[in-house]
């Protein structure tokens, strides 16, 4: 196919990789680790569900060669595997492949991808992440009894901001039998926390509300000053300001999804050029099993080494 007749899809930098990397490196570990269990004759049916998968490919901008290379040191645009290419590639390869994408023209760029490969089972789903994994997980082969118990998944939760509700979080750990990448919108979430509390407005709230699972970030993370709470300061009380700062906001998340999930990894750090700390990528499982657990762990902490986690000063889970 001629590169003019694909829609690109241009996000990320240098950072995407990392999380491309560490994502895909756990799906190879996964399928490997999986492919003789529970038995070699009646092993696990492997599912990959991309729920934001974009075109599947990715469009960057990139000096070629410079002063010193073979190049020119012109910009050019160089293209590369998006996740839902880099699912197809795992080795042993996944037996389904769910990409779901909201955007028309992404869409049918992903079902281009789909031609390229007429032999695997991929499906791809247009709609919204939330809607559309919730329709999976309730329906055959996820439901259907005996047959049900084979099923197991790994999705990819990669959205560009707050768009993952809680309740689908619910929902993927209620499964028992999802692994959850979820790149957690660490600077979306700490820009909704306006540093002036007058600011939080209903729209803020929902979404706050909606990425935590719960309305407690509000005490969590403003305070009254003590001058404020003085009885003999009559005064009008002064608005509470902020205390969240990017640790304490993934420390929280952290501490929310400890809630419904029975497995959390400590975070890959995803940072943009100029150091800011956009997204904090977890692991994510509901998987009751201590040996599935224990696989889970083992399987993500070679990630965490590589690519840089952080340890939280908690590992309640629940
Ligand atoms: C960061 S990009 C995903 C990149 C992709 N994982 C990759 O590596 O190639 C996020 C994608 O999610 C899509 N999207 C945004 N909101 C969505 C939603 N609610 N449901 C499904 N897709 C959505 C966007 O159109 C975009 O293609």
């Known amino acids: 196919m001629a590169d003019v007749e694909r829609t690109e899809h241009t996000f990320g930098g240098g950072w995407t990789e990392i999380k491309l990397n560490a994502v ?38 990139s000096k070629s060669g410079g002063l010193f290379g073979q190049g020119s040191g012109v910009m050019e645009r160089v293209r590369l595997e998006g996740s839902a290419r880099r699912a197809i590639a795992v080795d042993p390869p996944f037996r389904h492949l769910v990409f779901i994408e909201k955007d028309e023209q992404r869409f049918a760029a992903l079902e281009r991808v789909k031609s390229d490969f007429p032999y695997r089972d991929i499906r791809c789903v247009p709609g919204d992440a939330n809607d559309e994994l919730r329709r999976i997980f309730s329906n055959i082969p996820w439901t259907q009894p005996g047959r049900s118990g084979l099923q197991r998944a790994v999705v990819f939760l990669d959205p560009y901001g ?35 509390h007058a600011a939080l407005d209903a729209g803020k709230r929902a979404a706050l509300n909606e990425i935590f699972g719960t309305a407690d970030w509000e005490q969590h993370f403003y305070q009254y000053s003590p001058k404020s709470a003085d009885l003999f300061d009559f005064a009008a009380p002064a608005s509470p300001s902020r205390n969240a700062d990017p640790d304490k ?36 499982s509901g998987n009751p099993n201590e040996r599935a657990v224990s696989l889970i762990r083992k399987g993500v902490a070679a990630q965490v080494k590589k690519f840089g986690g952080r340890t939280l000063p908690f590992s309640r889970s629940r």
């Open 249 to 284: 906001v993934e420390r929280f998340a952290a501490e929310r999804l400890r809630s419904i999930f029975s497995f959390v990894s400590e975070p890959i750090l995803i940072m943009t050029r100029h150091k800011l700390r956009q997204f904090s990528l977890f692991l994510l």
């Open 24 to 61: 895909s490196d756990y799906l190879n570990f996964y399928t490997r680790a999986l492919q003789a269990s529970p038995s070699p004759t009646n092993p696990f049916e492997t599912w990959y569900i991309d729920a934001f998968a974009g075109t599947g490919d990715r469009t960057i901008e």
């Open 162 to 196: 707050m768009s993952v509700r809680w309740e689908t979080l619910r929902y993927l750990a209620d499964t028992q039998r999802a692994d959850v990448w979820y790149l957690f919108p660490l600077h979306a979430a700490l820009r909704q926390l306006s540093h002036d």
